[in-house]
């Protein structure tokens, strides 16, 4: 199956708690709407792929 990918990734200083606010609310809805999906890494799973803190946004759409 073929599908978009686009992953966003900041090295920003992080947070030590997260609270999916209402733009990543929507992001994740327009997605399901379409048949994918929004992955977001939490601080802790970043920091452990990289020295740097930070966050990850991975969204994945299916295409015909």
Do not use: C, H, W, Y
Request: zero cysteines.
């Amino acid at each position: 199956a073929k599908e978009v990918l686009l992953r966003v990734r900041d090295d920003g200083v992080g947070r030590q708690s997260f609270a999916e606010g209402f733009g990543l609310q929507g992001i994740r809805e327009r997605a399901t709407e379409l048949g994918g999906t929004l992955e977001i890494a939490d601080p802790a799973s970043v920091r452990e792929q990289s020295a740097r803190p930070g966050f990850m946004l991975t969204l994945r759409v299916p295409v015909d």
